[in-house]
């Protein structure tokens, strides 16, 4: 398995933007497709965005598609998530996920969990 830290969040008006940095340990992360996950009070975890770990496939929730970019960097062991146009909507605990799978969408597809950063978007 691999370890995950994320950093980055923070407090950020509407229409704002804020990089969420995801550092992972362990020897194998270029194996592991990496994912974002979010969860906002009072709601179920849900699914953001995955990038898959062999061709750099990407995969977006509707809600974020056009406004956030996932990239890795498998030299450095980071993923990190671009987010621009942000809205209050936006505002959650933001997860990075790791998974042996080729590609995932679904939380119970992760083998690996980071201890999430709060990203909060004020109006």
Do not use: H
């Given at each position: 398995?691999?370890?995950?830290?994320?950093?980055g969040?923070?407090?950020?008006?509407?229409?704002?933007?804020?990089?969420?940095?995801?550092?992972?340990?362990?020897?194998?992360?270029?194996?592991?497709?990496?994912?974002w996950?979010?969860?906002?009070?009072?709601?179920?975890?849900?699914?953001?965005?995955a990038?898959?770990?062999?061709?750099?496939?990407?995969?977006?929730?509707?809600?974020?598609?056009?406004?956030?970019?996932?990239?890795?960097?498998?030299?450095?062991?980071?993923?990190?998530?671009?987010m621009?146009?942000?809205?209050?909507?936006d505002?959650?605990?933001?997860?990075?996920?790791?998974?042996?799978?080729?590609?995932?969408?679904?939380?119970?597809?992760?083998?690996?969990?980071?201890?999430?950063?709060?990203?909060?978007?004020?109006?």
């Amino acid at each position: 398995q691999v370890q995950l830290v994320e950093s980055g969040g923070g407090l950020v008006q509407a229409g704002g933007s804020l990089r969420l940095s995801c550092a992972v340990s362990g020897r194998t992360f270029s194996r592991y497709a990496m994912g974002w996950f979010r969860q906002a009070p009072g709601k179920e975890r849900e699914f953001v965005v995955a990038i898959s770990w062999n061709d750099g496939s990407t995969y977006y929730a509707d809600s974020v598609k056009g406004r956030f970019t996932v990239s890795r960097d498998n030299a450095k062991n980071m993923v990190y998530l671009q987010m621009n146009s942000l809205k209050p909507e936006d505002t959650a605990v933001y997860y990075c996920a790791a998974s042996r799978q080729k590609v995932f969408r679904g939380a119970a597809d992760a083998q690996s969990w980071g201890q999430g950063t709060q990203v909060t978007v004020s109006s």
